[in-house]
């Protein structure tokens, strides 16, 4: 098994030639790699349990250019610079951040569906933060991002885009919160976007403005007690 702290000093790679599969947990650390690329070729799963920690200092890419998926739960925390969901045309990404005290703290960026097609899960109290968060990066990609159950959150310190020049999905149920500046759906001429929030206590708060249909087709749809 692994070590009870981990450093490194290159790129991680899970899923390269072959499938690859990571488990940190009860309390275990990896430190240092520069980039984390999960499914960079091949099937890739990175799980980070029961107050592990992984932190990096470059890209974090879920689904690099195959399948990948990361899951954070039972008080996990994962920190690196920019995070990207479904990178490659080809990839799929999924990102689960699930139980009080779990998070994923993006120090720039997070991208949902970059050219590929990525979707973040956020629940039961899990939460997630980055500066600026982008939904449906390039043509032809797919993001989506639903945050529910009371105290999940994902926080974006500055914009947030669904749509930008693929299709971007927001939903927030069931008391889940989300935060930005600046809020667009539908943002480029070819961008898609749509937000849904339903429940009590569910919220997307824009502390700017939220501009629905930006250049793009955008829709926003706010049911049973959402705000």
Known sequence: GLPENLQLNGV????????????SDNGSTINGPSD???????????????GAQVTGGGDFRVGSISQGFLEIAGGGDVSNSDG????????????????????????????????????????????????????GFSAGSMGTATITGAGSMWNNSSFLDVGQRGEGTLNITAGGVV???????????NGVGKATITGAGSAWNNSMELQVGDEGEGRLEVFAGGA
């Open 179 to 189: 935060d930005n500046t600046l809020g667009k759906i539908g943002v480029f001429s």
């Open 12 to 23: 991680l790679r899970l899923g390269n030639a072959t499938g690859g599969d990571l488990l």
């Open 84 to 135: 990207v969901i479904g990178a490659d045309s080809n990839a799929v990404g999924i990102a689960t951040v699930v139980d009080a005290g779990s998070s994923w703290v993006n120090l720039s960026s997070l991208e949902i569906g970059d050219e590929g097609m990525g979707r973040l899960n956020v629940a039961a109290g899990g939460v997630v933060s980055n500066r600026i968060g982008r939904m």
């Open 36 to 50: 984390v690329l999960i499914g960079s070729g091949a099937f890739g799963r990175l799980t980070v349990l029961s």
